[in-house]
Every structure is written in structure tokens, then in C-alpha cells.
T-cell receptor
Framework: GAGVSQSPSNKVTEKGKDVELRCDPI?????LYWYRQRLGQGLEFLIY????????KSGLPSDRFSAERTGESVSTLTIQRTQQEDSAVYLC??????????????FGPGTRLTVL | GENVEQHPSTLSVQEGDSAVIKCTYS??????FPWYKQELGKRPQLIID?????GEKKDQRIAVTLNKTAKHFSLHITETQPEDSAVYFC??????????FGKGTHLIIQP
């Protein structure tokens, strides 16, 4: 079946511009996660959705970052007034979250964002 | 989840030898401990996971051990092969929040 998809795969933007990153999770997966991975670094948790609600926004680095999810499906991560330190790969993952039991997170291919 | 520390950051072993990667965590509510493998330029993929009600789990050449009292868990890879070369991430989760990942271990298998 189809896995997690993300678009665009690559995005080059100028400092100060806004960008919107998209994630299509696996159908039926209620949990959706966004992570940031800088070059050669680990995975930095940004935000998590259970259904369309985001119970944990603690990882968002600043108020320039926001995310939403609609129809318990597609999610968009928006970065306003991009800065060079926003350059990274943004990874989305989905999971068949059942109750309070974590399940495997399936990752998308990521969006490589470069801010010039 | 809170802090997860992962060691070593780089591990080089001879092909055929064993590799061990260790992680410690601080959140006593953590109950789920997955390990992900990320090959260069690719997405992370789950290789094994363990829940807090067991102490050890094996899948062919890969095993994970968990010590909840000491708050640490380890990944063991036996009979290492060139295709095991990758970055490995441990993670922990508990309750209704995201996973907290370690900073990763770059495993290099020397031929």
C-alpha cells in the first residue's frame, strides 16, 4: 500500500519568505508527527497530531512555525519569514496510534528546505 | 518524553563482530522504546521496538534489552554485515506525546 508521502521533496527559498510543507499520512493512521533533521543531526520533534488536534506543540521552535491537519489526513507545516537556520530536512511520520500505546511510526521521505 | 542520551556517537566494528549501542532516558513514564535505522539520504525505518513490560526482544541478528530500573536500553547487532552501516536512533515515548529521539550513532562496518 501507499506509504507516507511529502511534498515538495526539495524547496529552495529566500530568507524572509513563507513556505508550506505538505504531508500525506498512511490512510487510517490517526497520529501524525513532524520532525526536523539538520544535516548530520538527530531528529528534533516539532509537533504531534492525534486526529485533527495537536495536544503537543512543545517542539515548535518559534511562533514562525505552525501546523494544521484536516480531515484526519493531510497536514501542512508552515514556516513564516524563513531564516537560514530553518534549513533542514523536515520529516513527517504517521502511526496507527491506539489508545495510549505507541506504535511504529512510518516516516515519509522528507522535504529538504534550503533558505538562502 | 524528556532527555534521551545515546552512546557512542560513532562506532566502528569489523565485519562479523557485534555492535552495541546504548541509550539512557529520564522520564519514568516512558513505556515504548523503538530503534530506527537511517541509511544515507533515506528516511528512518523501524528495526525493532520494545515495550516496558518485557526486558528483552530478539529478531534474528538484532536484539534490544531494557532495564527500567536503571532507565537504559541497548541495541545489539551480532554478526555485523556491510549493509548494517547506517545511523541508528533510539527513541522513547510514554503517554500521549511524540517520541524523543537520541542524537544517533553512526555505525561503520569495516570489511
Amino acid at each position: 500500500g501507499a506509504g507516507v508521502s511529502q511534498s515538495p521533496s526539495n524547496k529552495v527559498t529566500e530568507k524572509g519568505k513563507d513556505v508550506e510543507l505538505r504531508c500525506d499520512p498512511i490512510s487510517g493512521h490517526t497520529a501524525l508527527y513532524w520532525y526536523r533533521q539538520r544535516l548530520g543531526q538527530g531528529l528534533e520533534f516539532l509537533i504531534y497530531f492525534q486526529g485533527n488536534s495537536a495536544p503537543d506543540k512543545s517542539g515548535l521552535p518559534s511562533d514562525r512555525f505552525s501546523a494544521e491537519r484536516t480531515g484526519e489526513s493531510v497536514s501542512t507545516l508552515t514556516i513564516q519569514r524563513t531564516q537560514q537556520e530553518d534549513s533542514a530536512v523536515y520529516l513527517c511520520a504517521s502511526s496507527p496510534f491506539v489508545g495510549l500505546a505507541h506504535n511504529e511510526q512510518f516516516f515519509g521521505p522528507g522535504t529538504r528546505l534550503t533558505v538562502l | 518524553g524528556e532527555n534521551v542520551e545515546q552512546h557512542p556517537s560513532t562506532l566502528s566494528v569489523q565485519e562479523g563482530d557485534s555492535a552495541v549501542i546504548k541509550c539512557t532516558y529520564s522520564d519514568s513514564a516512558s513505556n515504548y522504546f523503538p530503534w530506527y535505522k537511517q541509511e544515507l539520504g533515506k528516511r528512518p525505518q523501524l528495526i525493532i521496538d520494545i515495550r516496558s513490560n518485557v526486558g528483552e526482544k530478539k529478531d534474528q541478528r538484532i536484539a534490544v534489552t531494557l532495564n527500567k530500573t536503571a532507565k537504559h536500553f541497548s541495541l545489539h547487532i551480532t554478526e555485523t554485515q556491510p549493509e548494517d552501516s547506517a545511523v541508528y536512533f533510539c527513541a522513547e515515548g510514554g503517554g500521549a506525546d511524540g517520541l524523543t529521539f537520541g542524537k544517533g550513532t553512526h555505525l561503520i562496518i569495516q570489511p
